[in-house]
């Protein structure tokens, strides 16, 4: 294991949010505000809770959430300029932290140059090439019906030349990779050429591409992604506590192994597009659980900014529906409330136990005892490394029927029974030395 990216552990950032960024941009001639640097008082608060790295939402220009970009090569002028963005990635290679950005390729703003030209020239312009046609306004595909993002055309060369470019000019600024908004919208060729070009000049870079549906694998094999965001893992992690049923997650971890045998997926618990874990949890005495299975299963973890201090915020379907749990952070990590740090403990316990086996980056795990409402999870590594996670959500304690003897607990409740996990309860347990 010897790239960078097997050992990286994610805090994900939503910039606009997290600053305090007004919602709309503001108009032409305002001054820059550098809010981006709001982020030096949390970068050392990223190190100890044991993140590698920062993936940051989108940082340019746009005109609302991020996602409508209008100009690819300039910072969003509510969150600073040129300046800022080297600082940040000062400040952050001083500390160790990688920067992972968010390139949004599938669709731009309405107010960018090349579609304010197409719609005033009309369809059959040469700015209209840049545009996949459509029934959207001016006779435009948008996506996924929002009107105000204009699908791009990813046969048109002039779109591959641009993403190829913003990807260069980003990475030669000091990124270490991109995180590919809606990479499931986009055609694999696309990807795969974007990547093959932009490679030669940075091979050490690393690309995740968000798919919520699909065949996670052919986007590594014939789209030449790094990596997919895993939200059949996601999913089961939360459902299957939530239910008390376990079946669900042995079942989405055996199709997680299939995975692992090609790539290593980005694995989470939370993200800007979802519901806070805290909130989607019918019981709060699971959040550990949750984050032990996360911390123990093969892939490359992500900590969406604010779940590691079990922050609630509900997803809704509506405008501003993103707005609960995309919020702003306190000038520095001594403002927050202090109920929040138990949680912050119990990630920090849990990434460290994580880097001192970085084997689990690729680790298959095999769900040894499944009963429902109990389940034992055995990942493997080379030699004789091994990760042993009980999870209990019954009433009453539970004896697992497996072998312990040479495992010594790593985390979780102090037992002279290892094997006996209290009601909704969790226990991490190693190979002793």
Not at 323 to 337: S, V
Request: aromatic fraction near 10%; charge should be negative; charged fraction near 20%.
């Amino acid at each position: 294991m010897g790239t960078w990216h097997d050992h990286a552990i994610w805090w994900q950032v939503y910039p606009l949010g997290f600053t305090g960024a007004p919602a709309v941009a503001p108009p032409p001639g305002e001054p820059v505000r550098h809010r981006l640097r709001h982020l030096d008082a949390w970068l050392d608060y990223a190190v100890g809770l044991g993140c590698s790295g920062l993936l940051l939402g989108p940082i340019f220009a746009s005109e609302t959430h991020g996602y409508d970009t209008v100009d690819h090569f300039r910072i969003d002028p509510r969150l600073g300029d040129d300046g800022d963005f080297d600082h940040l990635v000062a400040q952050a290679r001083r500390r160790g932290l990688r920067l992972l950005l968010d390139g949004v390729f599938n669709h731009v703003g309405r107010g960018f140059p090349a579609f304010a030209r197409a719609a005033a020239d009309g369809p059959g312009s040469p700015a209209a090439r840049w545009f996949r046609p459509g029934t959207g306004t001016g006779g435009f595909a948008t996506f996924e019906g929002h009107d105000h993002l204009v699908a791009l055309d990813h046969g048109e060369p002039a779109v591959l030349d641009h993403v190829v470019s913003v990807m260069d000019h980003w990475l030669g600024r000091g990124a270490s990779g991109w995180r590919l908004d809606a990479a499931y919208a986009v055609p694999l060729p696309f990807w795969r050429e974007a990547l093959t070009r932009v490679r030669r000049a940075h091979p050490d870079a690393w690309f995740t591409g968000e798919v919520i549906h699909g065949d996670y694998t052919a986007y590594v094999t014939e789209g030449g992604l790094d990596s997919v965001t895993q939200y059949e893992l996601w999913k089961a992690i939360w459902s299957s506590l939530n239910d008390g049923n376990f079946f669900e997650l042995a079942w989405a971890l055996d199709r997680h192994n299939g995975f692992l045998e090609t790539f290593a997926p980005m694995t989470f618990t939370g993200n800007h597009d979802v519901t806070r874990l805290a909130s989607r949890l019918g019981d709060p005495r699971h959040l550990g659980h949750a984050l032990a299975v996360l911390m123990t299963v093969g892939g490359v973890p992500s900590v969406y900014y604010g779940d590691e201090q079990a922050f609630r915020g509900v997803k809704e379907e509506r405008a501003g529906g993103d707005d609960a749990i995309r919020p702003a952070f306190p000038a520095a990590p001594g403002d927050l409330a202090p109920h929040g740090w138990p949680a912050y403990r119990l990630h920090q316990r849990l990434i460290g136990l994580r880097r001192r086996n970085p084997w689990l980056v690729r680790a298959c795990t095999e769900a040894v005892h499944v009963a429902g409402r109990a389940l034992a999870l055995r990942s493997a590594g080379d030699g004789a490394a091994e990760v042993l996670t009980l999870l209990n959500v019954h009433d009453t304690p539970y004896r697992f029927p497996v072998g312990v003897s040479h495992l010594t607990v790593a985390e979780g409740p102090a037992s002279a029974d290892p094997a006996l996990v209290p009601p909704h309860s969790w226990t991490v347990l190693v190979r002793k030395r």
